[in-house]
């Protein structure tokens, strides 16, 4: 078997002609959506990613700006800064770009955002919805993990929910990012589900639980994690990670993801690649998500939000949902 490739740039278009749409249609009515980030030190990846949400924003007429603070800042300056661009009624999203420097800590950054800012549902109150399966955010990566499954599900004309309902779903990789809300999603459809991590791989369970797997998500961060012996033939495969590698031929660097890509690809029905997977659909998800909280924003008296009170009671899930 040579599975069919999952392509994440073409769904990524199609999604972008969408948020395209809202972002002119927004901006009409006087409320242009506005992204924000915050960069705090010089990681490699998270400058790397700044610059693609960056490009991608201005290209499509959102507004955008970055706080970026030096990697010694004190976990003050950058809670500081998180609530500083939630003030900012000119900002409707707001991105913490990981990995923090390590006297900061995540938890409390994440507390500092705005839940009806909080585009990737990190706010304990926006974490614990998406669990309940009621999200007012659906994070961009999760989400375009589904999005790419539900494109390539619903293709021919079948029905994703009754696959999702027949199938066991693995998840390797248990972030509170990534990993966690994977396994929320895969719940609110239905499927039976399994989540593994690296205590799993230490304890010699992986396989067991890969090789049983009808639709198997990894995100790890180990290039190469899992093998075609680590998977069932006729999974659908989505490989989540990305991770930089030097090739010992020529020296130079490139991406990988956490699956022997050739290797599954011969068992697999179908694969997601790396690079040209998740990833770009990540970023324009992580865009849909910037507009969907600008509506929110009008929708939500701003009186009753400058004085603490609650907005009024909203049905957000069509909004935003995956
Ligand atoms: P993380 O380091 O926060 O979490 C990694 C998870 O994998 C943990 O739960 C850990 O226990 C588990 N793990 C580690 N080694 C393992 C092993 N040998 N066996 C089984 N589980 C193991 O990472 P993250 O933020 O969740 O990111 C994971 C990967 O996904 C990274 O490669 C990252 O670059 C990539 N990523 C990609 C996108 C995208 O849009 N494509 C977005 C975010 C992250």
Redesign the pocket.
């Given at each position: 078997m040579t599975a069919e490739l999952i392509d994440g740039r073409s769904c990524a278009a199609r999604l972008r002609e969408q948020v395209q749409a809202d972002v002119r249609e927004l901006t009409a009515r006087g409320a242009r959506p506005g992204l924000a980030t915050v960069l705090a030190g010089d990681s490699y990846?998270a400058r790397a990613?700044e610059r693609r949400v960056r490009d991608l924003a201005e290209s499509l007429g959102c507004r955008y700006s970055c706080v970026a603070l030096p990697g010694d800042a004190a976990e003050a300056d950058v809670v500081a800064a998180v609530g500083g661009l939630c003030a900012d009624p000119r900002v409707s999203g707001v991105l913490v770009l990981?990995p923090l420097p390590p006297q900061v800590s995540e938890a409390a950054v994440y507390r500092a955002l705005d839940p009806l800012k909080d585009i990737e549902a990190v706010h304990p109150v926006n974490a614990g919805l998406l669990a309940l399966e009621r999200p007012r955010f659906v994070p961009?990566?999760p989400a375009?993990v589904f999005h790419l499954l539900d494109t390539y599900l619903s293709r021919d004309g079948r029905d994703p929910g009754e696959v999702y309902r027949r199938s066991r779903v693995v998840v390797?990789?248990?972030?509170?990012?990534?990993?966690k809300p994977v396994v929320s999603l895969a719940m609110a459809r239905g499927a039976t589900v399994v989540s593994?991590?690296?205590?799993?791989?230490?304890a010699g369970l992986?396989r067991e639980h890969t090789t049983a797997a009808d639709i198997l998500v990894?995100?790890?961060?180990?290039?190469g994690?899992l093998r075609g012996v680590d998977v069932k033939p006729g999974v659908i495969a989505v490989?989540?990670?990305?991770?930089a590698v030097h090739d010992e031929m020529t020296g130079a660097v490139r991406l990988v993801?956490?699956l022997d890509h050739d290797s599954v690809a011969r068992r697999a029905a179908a694969i997601t690649p790396?690079p040209g997977?998740?990833?770009p659909?990540?970023?324009t998800w992580l865009l849909r998500n910037t507009v969907a909280a600008a509506r929110l924003a009008l929708a939500t008296d701003p009186v009753r939000r400058a004085k603490g009170l609650p907005g009024p009671e909203l049905d957000v899930r069509e909004l935003v949902s995956a």
């Open positions: 990846p990613y990981r961009s990566t375009s390797v990789g248990r972030s509170a990012n990534v990993g593994c991590d690296v205590h799993s791989a230490r992986l990894v995100a790890a961060g180990v290039p994690l490989d989540v990670g990305i991770n993801g956490d790396v997977g998740v990833g659909v990540t970023y």
